[in-house]
């Protein structure tokens, strides 16, 4: 299971970015995707999270400023980040936990991957 993360940059305090998760791979279902921040000197930290029920979790930090959506046709998630402040300066990474299909004798199991990171820059 691969996930590709995209659309980090450097914006502006007050601007916007979304960033996109793409999963690819032979695996039978995500159960959840998450987005996750580590800024330099720190450790990393859960940003947002959606389960594949639709219940989603953020941090206090960024309660009300991002969202996280996902698009199960294309088997991706995306954050949408909005009054971005210079606090939210980190790499961003996604994360997918799911299950992978067994094959043959081979059973079944459980899988939690993480994507590239994307840098993202606010400026104040």
């Known amino acids: 299971v691969q996930l590709q993360a995209s659309g980090g940059g450097l914006v502006q305090s007050g601007g916007s970015l979304r960033l996109a998760c793409v999963v690819s791979?032979?695996?039978?279902?995500?159960?959840?995707m998450g987005w996750y921040r580590q800024a330099p000197g720190k450790q990393r930290e859960l940003v947002a999270r959606?389960?594949?029920?639709?219940?989603?979790d953020y941090a206090a930090s960024v309660k009300d400023r991002f969202t996280i959506t996902r698009d199960s046709a294309k088997n991706a998630a995306y954050l949408h980040m909005n009054s971005l402040k210079p606090e939210d300066t980190a790499v961003y990474y996604c994360?997918?936990?799911?299950?992978?299909?067994?094959?043959?004798?081979?059973?079944?199991?459980?899988?939690?991957?993480w994507g590239q990171g994307t840098q993202v820059t606010v400026s104040s």
């Open positions: 791979g032979d695996y039978h279902s995500i159960s959840s």
């Open positions: 959606m389960t594949s029920s639709g219940d989603q």
């Open positions: 994360n997918g936990v799911g299950y992978l299909q067994g094959r043959g004798w081979s059973p079944g199991r459980n899988f939690n991957s």
